[in-house]
């Protein structure tokens, strides 16, 4: 890829409380050394969300987000009292 498309990749190592954050869109990949559990959070921005709603198969997708996202911000203000 360097040479075609001027892309090189980096390679590093992650240790216990570690976190690693991918850009949204860049390919990545993953090779485990040791048995390990991996925790992956997906962020949706606002500008993105609104071209997934004129793609009927996504739309299921983005409610399914957007209630999960509500169900949580309702559940953290009322341990807010």
């Known amino acids: 890829l ?3 498309c001027g892309v090189s990749g980096w ?11 991918v850009p949204a869109g860049a390919p990545h990949q993953v090779q485990t050394l040791t048995g390990t559990i991996s925790v992956e ?3 949706l ?5 609104a071209h997934l709603r ?7 997708q983005l409610d399914g987000m957007i209630f999960s996202a509500v169900r949580e911000a309702v559940g ?3 341990g807010c009292k």
């Open 11 to 21: 390679t590093l190592l992650q240790f216990e409380g570690d976190a690693v954050l």
């Open 2 to 4: 360097r040479e075609e």
């Open 76 to 78: 953290v203000l009322r």
């Open 41 to 43: 959070q997906r962020f």
């Open 45 to 49: 921005s606002p500008e993105n969300a």
């Open 54 to 60: 004129d793609h009927p198969q996504l739309r299921a």
